[in-house]
């Protein structure tokens, strides 16, 4: 499934640095939890991209519960606040086929370059892996630029996933250039949990 978790205005920004580095941190801890697993992210301005795995409708509302705190928990200590964080409920959207993985993985993963296009800054050379998402654990970047995935033995903060969609099914349609700038994605439609995040301090 893509989630996604947006917070209120007039807080920090997600992709400042002390709040990516705490993020990672919380995110080892909490991505896997048997039934579910959080599989890849990025982090934007005032929302967060998932790619998950829940084997149901209680796995992905108790996982997302644990994720949704510890983000609200670790904007909280770097902003040196109290308070609610989140803006209302995630949205969620099934990921069916190989084709809308495949998609939805570019999307998440190069969404900062998305934004980017959206201002005409993307830069035209050379490749950047955004520092504020699980790009450089992913391994299905073009050929010729996997040689710049972690060594083996340094920590994750991503489960590896098990669903055959996210493993394989999704190679069919071609591996991801880095320098790809992904089409806007449908807005997920109103699928919410019965957890409610958005109280999460």
């Known amino acids: 499934m893509h989630v996604t978790l947006r917070v ?6 997600l992709r400042e640095g002390r709040f990516v580095r705490e993020f990672r941190r919380s995110l080892a ?7 579910f697993r959080v599989a890849h992210y990025s982090l934007q301005g005032d929302h967060a991209h998932l790619i998950v795995e829940a084997r ?3 796995a992905l509302a108790c996982g997302m519960k644990s994720i949704a705190a510890r983000l609200a928990r ?23 086929s190989p084709r809308e993985v495949r998609r939805a993985l570019a999307y998440v993963l190069l ?18 892996f955004d520092g504020a998402s699980s790009a ?7 050929t010729d630029v996997t040689s710049r995935l ?4 340094v920590p ?43 109280n999460a301090e």
């Open 8 to 13: 209120k205005a007039n807080l920090p920004s």
């Open 29 to 35: 801890e909490a991505c896997e939890r048997g039934s």
């Open 56 to 58: 149901g409708k209680e």
């Open 74 to 96: 670790a904007l909280n200590r770097v902003a040196g606040r109290s308070g609610g964080v989140l803006d209302g409920r995630y949205h969620h959207r099934s990921l069916r």
């Open 111 to 128: 969404n900062a370059r998305r934004h980017l296009a959206k201002r005409r800054h993307v830069a035209g050379a050379g490749v950047h």
């Open 136 to 142: 450089r654990w992913f391994d299905g970047w073009r």
């Open 150 to 153: 972690p060594a083996e033995g």
């Open 156 to 198: 994750r903060e991503i489960a590896r996933p098990r669903t055959w969609l996210l493993r394989v099914g999704w190679r069919r349609h071609g591996l991801v250039d880095p320098s790809e700038v992904p089409a806007d994605g449908r807005r997920p439609p109103a699928h919410v949990t019965s957890g409610s995040p958005s």
